[in-house]
């Protein structure tokens, strides 16, 4: 069974531009979540997403946004980036059917903001 | 909010031998989720071990095994028969049960070397 895989692995941009960060879950997997890894401030809920919708989001501005496919595949976008940006980008699924379910990781995008 | 401490930033273990990572949490939920997540240079982070807080017995995992003292607020994750492999970052995670808890709230995390 194939794993959570994210794309790019490495990403790098400059100042004020955009940045499109892309996960495809576990087959049978509805719910996707994104958490930023940042040097320093650990790991940090970003967006979750189920079904198609936002379900909940952590603290951080509107700049962050994504969506989820109807093929439960999602994407996170990062608007007029800042250089504090700059971070491991996970992205985990789950089954998101009882509230048993367990969220396993993708490897990740490394975004590096120049 | 619920809050996960992990106090230990570094530990090292001689190959074969017994290592126990401390983990503690703040929550005023009474069922919720522990786990433990491994994180190798390669970055994947991997599941190590779960544990439900509505149950008493201890979660094992061939040589992982957790020692969960609700009362104390208090998960720690002993390795046994340490192996080079098992060098990584450890992250304590809390979930809570119910529905708009699905994120997971994360240590800073622990820093585990394996000695030959």
């Known amino acids: 069974e194939a794993g959570v895989t994210q794309s790019p692995t490495h990403l790098i941009k400059t100042r004020g531009q955009q940045a499109t960060l892309r996960c495809s879950p576990i087959s049978g997997h509805t719910s996707v979540y994104w958490y930023q890894q940042a040097l320093g401030l650990g790991l940090q809920f970003l967006l979750w997403?189920?079904?198609?919708?936002?379900?909940n989001r952590g603290n951080f501005p509107p700049r962050f946004s994504g969506r989820q496919f109807p093929n439960y595949s999602s994407e996170l976008n990062v608007n007029a980036l800042e250089l504090e940006d700059s971070a491991l980008y996970l992205c985990?699924?789950?089954?998101?059917?009882?509230?048993?379910?367990?969220?396993?990781f993708g490897p990740g995008t490394r975004l590096t903001v120049l | 909010a619920q809050t996960v401490t992990q106090s230990q930033p570094e530990m090292s273990v001689q190959e074969a031998e017994t290592v126990t990572l401390s983990c503690t949490y703040d929550?005023?939920?009474?069922?919720?989720?522990l786990f433990w997540y491994k994180q190798p240079p390669s970055r994947q982070m991997i599941l190590v071990i779960r544990q439900e807080a509505y149950k008493q017995q201890n979660a094992t995992e061939n040589r992982f095994s957790v020692n969960f003292q609700k009362a104390a607020k208090s998960f720690s994750l002993k390795i046994s028969d340490s192996q080079l492999g098992d060098a990584a970052m450890y992250f304590c995670a809390y979930r809570g049960r119910w529905g708009g808890s699905e994120k997971l709230v994360f240590g800073k995390g622990m820093k585990l070397t394996v000695n030959p």
């Open positions: 929550t005023s939920e009474s069922d919720y989720y």
């Open positions: 997403y189920d079904e198609g919708e936002e379900r």
């Open positions: 985990a699924s789950s089954t998101g059917t009882t509230d048993t379910d367990t969220q396993y």
